[in-house]
T-cell receptor, first 113, second 115 residues
Framework: DVKVTQSSRYLVKRTGEKVFLECVQD?????MFWYRQDPGLGLRLIYF???????EKGDIPEGYSVSREKKERFSLILESASTNQTSMYLC????????????FGSGTRLTVV | AQSVTQPDIHITVSEGASLELRCNYS??????LFWYVQSPGQGLQLLLK??????LVQGIKGFEAEFKRSQSSFNLRKPSVHWSDAAEYFC?????????????FGKGTHLIIQP
């Protein structure tokens, strides 16, 4: 089975801290994605990447950056965490060109205090 | 641009009753269509997908969905729900282009099961 692993299930950080959310997939997928999920708003795409060192902005990139130095790892960075970034963060990966859908990680519940 | 509408934010169904969750999409070409389920505090799990061929698709956990091109719909059904089906359900349409594949998600339908 394809596995997408997010390093933390729950995280509590202080306002202004730099926060790293890590995501690793083990099936050689080209595409990787970061979403945030909030009640009533569904899933909103923050950033995605279709190759190493490539990144594309999604719908809500402000306040976030990403890093993809290796194919299997896609990191989401909150440069200076704010309370409005309290959310569930979901990482996903997919195989390019197959239309096969995404495989999701279990999510990271981030609380910024 | 593609879009997905799930008209029902919440649905309450009695255990053992049948279920239908609605999904309408807007997409210029033949879509790839997906249903995902999310249990509380978890990531999303793929229930089923449609690419082409038979318009009635079977998935895991006893779910099925029917693609109706004329109605731009891909409704999810289950003949008899169980308490463990209580979850959030997301419909998604897939697209390809610009160097990456992507999915556009609906906002989800929250399913409540009454005993």
């Amino acid at each position: 089975d394809v596995k997408v692993t997010q390093s933390s299930r729950y995280l509590v950080k202080r306002t202004g801290e730099k926060v790293f959310l890590e995501c690793v997939q083990d099936m050689d997928h080209e595409n990787m994605f970061w979403y945030r999920q909030d009640p009533g708003l569904g899933l909103r795409l923050i950033y995605f990447s279709y190759d190493v060192k490539m990144k594309e902005k999604g719908d809500i990139p402000e306040g976030y950056s990403v890093s993809r130095e290796k194919k299997e790892r896609f990191s989401l960075i909150l440069e200076s965490a704010s309370t409005n970034q309290t959310s569930m963060y979901l990482c996903a990966s997919s195989l390019l060109g197959t239309g096969d859908g995404y495989t999701f990680g279990s999510g990271t519940r981030l609380t910024v205090v | 641009a593609q879009s997905v509408t799930q008209p029902d934010i919440h649905i309450t169904v009695s255990e053992g009753a049948s279920l239908e969750l609605r999904c309408n999409y807007s997409y210029g070409a033949t879509p790839y269509l997906f249903w995902y389920v999310q249990s509380p505090g978890q990531g999303l799990q793929l229930l089923l997908k449609y690419f082409s061929g038979d318009t009635l698709v079977q998935g895991i956990k006893g779910f099925e969905a029917e693609f109706k091109r004329s109605q731009s719909s891909f409704n999810l059904r289950k003949p008899s729900v169980h308490w463990s089906d209580a979850a959030e359900y997301f419909c998604a349409v897939g697209y390809s282009g610009g160097g990456a594949d992507g999915l556009t998600f609906g906002k989800g339908t929250h399913l409540i099961i009454q005993p």
